[in-house]
DNA sequence: ATCCCCTGCTAAAACCATTTAGCAATTGCC
DNA sequence: GGCAATTGCTAAATGGTTTTAGCAGGGGAT
């Protein structure tokens, strides 16, 4: 345990040059003059004395801190929110810069503050994270930061990263199709007429326009819709429920998987079997869908991919694209085996 | 949007005084004999300019950066994690500190790195995180930074925030009694004698504790104790499958919730009510906890209260001691009602 | 009148790395 | 041999703040 830091300073000393020789050194500039020898020299220096730089005294002279702040609305209100924060920081780590975690609750004043904070502290680029996709307000930003939305849109900042939803709606749907079920089929957790002028977010939007394209496409309609306005588990029962009370599905479109889990719950109650009697899919691939009985199927959001790309965009050059990323499907065991079995093959993938 | 950002002596010259008047207003000195007046000309000019101190700048001088490291061996595979940096991160906005997040892995190759990327930041404090508690590993560190454990332990650095794992145990073991059932008890999750040598976090440790000494205390006995080395929803459900096959158990003690919920499904498919015919107690108040049918009663672990106290014990001076947060109850519907129901009111909390 | 203290402020150093401008010595060219 | 270009390196400025040391001037005591 020194006493001093080492600075670059003592790196050169010893190695006889100038702090300048060892500073172009160091951060490995190849448009320099200096010797073979130099370099053995400098580097020799700097790990005998195990010489690290001074983060602040760099970021001081050159105005990047090897640092992005990622500006969340809320960190782990939902289970969102942590795979997005776990892609960031895998990507953030790989190109070895160090990542602050900031939290608003979607609150302006807070907003502002946190990228104060951030911008006080010379991050190279930020990341504004909605947990709920939706259009984010990002206050004014003196200095021109590179920004990428994550699971957010703003008008003022053209860089995001969705997931493509509207093609993972139309594959939940093409795995139904694929069972052979033709009718009785329910959608749970939206009805266009009850909605009416109800906010979804884009991402929801989008994930129905999927669903009604491919329904579509295949020749294929809901016998009932269902809709409420929290999509939890003790909707998706009573939902259910009720639709007992009248019908008898064959499959269920569940258009997340706590509503799912809600399904589960009531036919299982009314001794139906999944999938023998009735089949499910689903969506996010909730940490719950590997636990219910069977496995649910689920469209997955893919939240580490998301954030890992969101870094890795910031990071390479003056992000301007929207970009989608795929959701993966994950069949587990809540659909009955398909009509034809190679058909679904193509798209299976694992746990 | 200006082209470069205020600084100091900006301020200073506008209001008429040397950077270091302004430098000694602004961060709020008492021990200085400037003016009223110079106090009302520096702080007109600073927010006339919207001035902001340049953090790197401020750090070099003065080796503080009013930030912190997150250092945590898992950040979101479990989540608990989200739980404990939520309450951090908290803590920290309130003292206008920032936070790092680094992940590791558990790995000591990254946890080394992840230490030096923080050291360089000139972070103020560590904090190390563990997802699992257990002794953790932390690399040596150069300089004297504060340190605090949390969730986990480390010879070196005492100061660690744990949840009161054996005052958990013993109310779980309190709640149960106070129901009245005195025989035909299960405990799901562990079994002595089956798990002689194998390790067992010091958590897990001191919750089987509290368990044993209140059910002791209490006059109870188990009836079957059944031990699985992962406590997942599948081995819950296995376990509880094998042992209604044999008895017929009046109350489960489960050692978490994911065990909980694979117990609830087994119950489901013989056919038994929860609390009518058998009545759960766990542990964690994990977020299925409050999904299930009936919701089930559970020992919380509070993590955000966890993550918060941490952060304040690294701010607040030099950190030394061991603290232990209480494990709040959940009551849901998973218990039958107690005997005497006053007993049970002192406890209550809610969802 | 001298000395001392107090008030209210400032000059300049320090923190540590990066970068611009440029110096001294050698090589290349004719 | 004379001149330019190249090679290999360094001095010094720079970034923005904090902090140490100290200055000028006024007032009080003696």
Known sequence: MQKKRVTLADVARLAGLSPTAASMILTGRHDTRLSAEAHAKVHAAATSLGYRPNVAARALRTDRSRSIAFISDYVATTRFASGLIRGALAAAEEAKHVMLLLETGGEPARELQAVEAALDRQVDGLIFAAMRAREVFVPPLSGNVPVVMLNGTSARFPAAVLPDEYEGGRTAVRLLAETGITDSIVLLGHNPADEKGLFRSQSIARRLAGIRDAMAAHGL?????????????????????????KRRPKAILCLNDRLAFGAYQALGEAGLTIPGDVSLVSFDNDELASYLRPGLTTISLPHEAMGRRAVQMLLEGQPGQEELITMPTVLRGSLIAPTQPDAVQKLSSTV
């Open 221 to 245: 309609g809901f016998d009932a819709e269902l809709s409420c306005w929290n999509w939890e588990p003790n909707h998706g029962y009573d939902l259910t429920k009720g639709l007992l009370r």
